[in-house]
């Protein structure tokens, strides 16, 4: 079996690992995408936005791609004027997670689509393999 088809499978398989801890982080800010705190003023949810490394694998002889630090992403909350919610401050304004799931989905899609782009190199690398074999065998 050739060691291209071995190096497919493992790039691949990388990017769907990679893929499918972007779309864990981007399910749970769309889960907490209405959490507001627990304390009055307090802050709630904040997004978490994933970063992806890339590094030289040596032993394939190839870059390949992970998923990198988490990072919370920074900037002001939204607020919603509700003085009776227990987490209003003074002015009755409740700061909401500053998620916006449009574009989450969006990002959810981005993911899946890439998740299955990788999955096609696996499964047709697999079929490469096969193939490959029955040739041999015949």
């Known amino acids: 079996m050739s060691m291209d088809f ?15 801890g972007r779309m864990r982080i981007t399910a749970e800010n769309i889960a907490n995408s209405n959490s507001t705190a627990q304390t009055p003023g307090g802050d709630p949810y904040r997004r978490r936005v ?3 490394r ?22 002001e909350f939204r607020t919603r004027f509700d003085p009776q919610h227990p987490a209003a401050d003074p002015r009755g304004y409740v700061k909401i997670p500053n998620v916006n799931s449009l574009v989450e ?6 993911a899946q689509r890439s998740y299955e782009a990788n999955l096609n190199v696996v499964t047709s690398t697999r079929r490469m393999i096969q193939r490959t074999i029955e040739l041999l065998r015949s």
């Open 105 to 110: 989905s969006m990002d959810l899609r981005e």
């Open 54 to 75: 890339t590094s030289f694998d040596r032993e394939l002889q190839a870059t390949t791609v992970q998923l990198g630090p988490v990072r919370q992403q920074q900037g």
């Open 6 to 20: 071995l190096k497919s499978i493992r790039i691949a398989s990388g990017g769907m690992r990679a893929q499918a």
């Open 50 to 52: 994933p970063t992806f």
